[in-house]
């Protein structure tokens, strides 16, 4: 079983309970070839980078579900067939997934037995804010990167 | 230093490595658009300062969110 994140756009002119019809669709073909929906993103409606088949808007659901490697193919060549699916994509996620857990957890080791000698509840909450405000550091540091980067820019064109 | 170079020369690091970021997804779109220009077009290695991997996973998932609408492929 390989993991697969499938990225589905779904046309957001439809009557109220349209977008779920569409959506069962492509559950039941993930469970038709043998896949086991894992996690169900729902971005909602949301407003497209450019316009699809004269549409603005889409409404955006990510699907993470695991499956024998010759599902994807089989759903993917059954979902361009919905109409209302505007885009869909498909995406291998094992892999990333187990990358994505091992490095918060190594910033939590290192702070909490600092902060929280204490008691062990304290501590769980230390690790939770910690994990919380990681990423928003990160971003800050990465942000001077834009600035370097638009200088050179102008040079070339 | 080198007379060829006009100014100072910054030296780039690679921020991806920096920051040991593993993963870089094409809906985390914000990070990703710091390497498009304005126009949209993804920036070359020796303007983002990206090693060999990580631009390569940068230009793929920045072709997978144009693919998604979740980024342009171009502008104007």
């Known amino acids: ?157 | 230093m080198m007379q060829k170079r006009r100014g100072r020369r910054k030296k780039r690091v690679c921020q991806f490595c920096v920051d040991k970021i593993t993963v870089i997804d094409y809906k985390g779109i914000e990070k990703l658009r710091r390497f498009t220009s304005e126009r949209g077009k993804i920036l070359p290695r020796r303007v983002s300062g990206n090693c060999a991997k990580h631009q390569r996973a940068v230009t793929q998932n920045i072709k997978r969110a144009r693919h998604m609408a979740l980024m342009v492929y171009t502008a104007e």
């Open chain 1, 1 to 157: 079983m390989v993991k697969y994140e499938m990225g589905v756009i779904v046309r957001a002119d439809l009557p109220e309970d349209g977008h779920a019809v569409e959506m069962d669709k492509i559950k039941a073909l993930i469970d038709r070839f043998g896949g086991t929906i894992e996690k169900i993103d729902e971005w909602g409606r949301r407003r497209m980078a450019y316009p699809i088949q004269k549409m603005s808007d889409g409404i955006y659901t990510f699907i993470t579900y695991s499956a024998p490697p010759e599902a994807p193919r089989e759903i993917e060549s059954r979902t361009r067939l919905i109409e209302n699916v505007l885009r869909f994509l498909t995406v291998r996620k094992d892999e990333v997934e187990a990358t994505v857990v091992a490095p918060p957890a190594e910033v939590v080791e290192a702070s909490a037995p600092v902060e929280a000698p204490e008691a062990v509840v304290e501590e769980v909450a230390v690790v939770e804010e910690t994990a919380v405000e990681e990423p928003v550091a990160e971003e800050v540091a990465t942000e001077e990167a834009p600035a370097e980067v638009e200088e050179p820019e102008a040079k070339d064109e």
